[in-house]
Structures are given as C-alpha cells and as structure tokens.
C-alpha cells in the first residue's frame, strides 16, 4: 500500500496563491506517474494536473487555464501543485493521486493509491 499525505490546503482570498504538497514514504516514489484531482460536494471528481515519473512531462486539465504548476521532487518523494489567480470556482477537495504506471492518465479510476484529500476554500 501506497500511503500519501497532503498538507497546503486552506483559506485564500480570489487572486491568491497555493501550493499543495503530497509526500509519501514509499521508496519507489519515481515509479508512479503522480496526479492531481478535485472534487466539489455534489460534483463528479475532476483531473487538474499529472507528471510522468521523471517530472519532465506534465499534462493539465482545461479548466486549468495556465494558473496551475504540477511538480515532483523524487528526492523529497513529493508532489506539488502551485496554484495561482485563484477563483471561487476553486473551491474544492484538492486529492493526490498515484498510478502505478508508465504512462499518465486523465481518469481518476486509473489511479491506484489516493491521498485524503486537503480542502482548498476560495473566498470572493
């Protein structure tokens, strides 16, 4: 089992910034390709952000608009997701993700380990 544990989540005035983080204690952290999904109450669970294993591609969802940073530290077995110009439609729980695969994925159900999610509330 994969344990991963997010921390960076909170309360941020419209416009602000953000940066999540997930660390995990697997020492085969580089194995996975590593995601980023949000979920609001009420609403199907929606892909922000992956990068393949060595950090050197990342992939974004459309609602991500340029505002948003994926990156890993192999070496700290961590994820990042830098939020910037944040908008009320933010809103969300903010969950890490990992695929125990080559290739990155769009879909949460192709994830294979999941964070407990960090709240992430953007006030107007």
């Known amino acids: 089992q994969v344990q991963l544990v997010e921390s960076g989540g909170g309360l941020v005035q419209a416009g602000g910034s953000l940066r999540l983080s997930c660390t995990t204690s697997?020492?085969?952290?580089?194995?996975?390709?590593m995601g980023w999904f949000r979920q609001a109450p009420g609403k199907e669970r929606e892909f922000a952000a992956a990068?393949?294993?060595?950090?050197?591609?990342?992939y974004y969802g459309d609602f991500v608009k340029g505002r948003f940073t994926i990156s890993r530290d192999n070496a700290k077995n961590t994820v990042y997701l830098q939020m910037n110009s944040l908008k009320p439609e933010d809103t969300a729980v903010y969950y890490c993700?990992?695929?125990?695969?080559?290739?990155?994925?769009?879909?949460?159900?192709?994830?294979?380990?999941w964070g407990q999610g960090t709240q992430v509330t953007v006030s107007s």
């Open positions: 993700a990992a695929r125990d695969n080559s290739d990155s994925s769009y879909t949460a159900r192709d994830y294979d380990y």
């Open positions: 697997e020492r085969t952290f580089s194995n996975y390709v």
């Open positions: 990068i393949s294993r060595k950090g050197f591609r990342t």
